[in-house]
Structures are given as structure tokens and as C-alpha cells.
């Protein structure tokens, strides 16, 4: 069992940048691929990035591509989601998710993943 939790969302302006956090605790991060999922009211959670066990491997959503980096750093636990130049469109409430794999793999599917942090939402002002 691994706990996951969320933190470093709030308001920023469009063009800004935000760097979200996700801390995993129970067991040792190296074990899991991560990955990080957006749901705004009224539709489901939207694939965001995935990141391999070891952190060699991404994937991201062609509407963040380029402007978001995820990385991990497993001798903290911790998987990082950098966001730049963001948008209104980016505003939502951001998930992180953590599930177990083959080493170098990453997953984009939501179903996928066993387990979830509480979300922490990310305001993007026009």
C-alpha cells in the first residue's frame, strides 16, 4: 500500500508557471510509475504525464506537451509536475497516481492506476 498527496497548486496568471508536487509515503516510490491526471467540474479526469519507475520514460497529453515536464526524484519520494506557460485551460484540479509496472514503463490510462492523492487545484487567471 502507498499513501499519495498532492501539493503546490494555487492561482497564477496566464504565462506563469506552477510546479506541482506529489509525495508518496508507505512504501518505497521507486516501485511505481506515477502519473498525473486533471478533472475540471463536469468531465472526467484528463490524462496529464506519466513517468516510468525509474524516470527515464514520459508521456504527455498532446495539450500540455512541451509546456509541462514531469521528473522524479525517488530518494525523496516525490514526483514533480513543472508547468509553464500556462493557460485558463489549465485550470483544474490536479491528480497524482501512482500504480506498479514493468521498470520502464509508463501508463496514460486513469483506470490503470491504484492509487490516488486528493487533488490539488491550479487557478489559471486571463
Known amino acids: 500500500q502507498v499513501q499519495v498527496a498532492e501539493s503546490g497548486g494555487g492561482l497564477v496568471q496566464a504565462g506563469g508557471s506552477l510546479r506541482l508536487s506529489c509525495a508518496t509515503s508507505g512504501r518505497t516510490s521507486s516501485l511505481y510509475a506515477m502519473g498525473w491526471f486533471r478533472q475540471v467540474p463536469g468531465k472526467g479526469r484528463e490524462f496529464v504525464a506519466a513517468i516510468d519507475r525509474s524516470g527515464g520514460n514520459t508521456g504527455y497529453s498532446d495539450s500540455v506537451k512541451g509546456r509541462f515536464i514531469i521528473f522524479r526524484d525517488n530518494a525523496k519520494n516525490t514526483v514533480y509536475l513543472q508547468m509553464e506557460s500556462l493557460k485558463p485551460e489549465d485550470t483544474a484540479v490536479y491528480y497524482c497516481?501512482?500504480?506498479?509496472?514493468?521498470?520502464?514503463?509508463?501508463?496514460?490510462?486513469?483506470?490503470?492506476?491504484?492509487?490516488w492523492g486528493q487533488g490539488t487545484q491550479v487557478t489559471v487567471s486571463s
Open positions: 497516481a501512482a500504480r506498479g509496472g514493468a521498470a520502464s514503463d509508463y501508463y496514460r490510462s486513469e483506470g490503470s492506476y491504484a492509487y
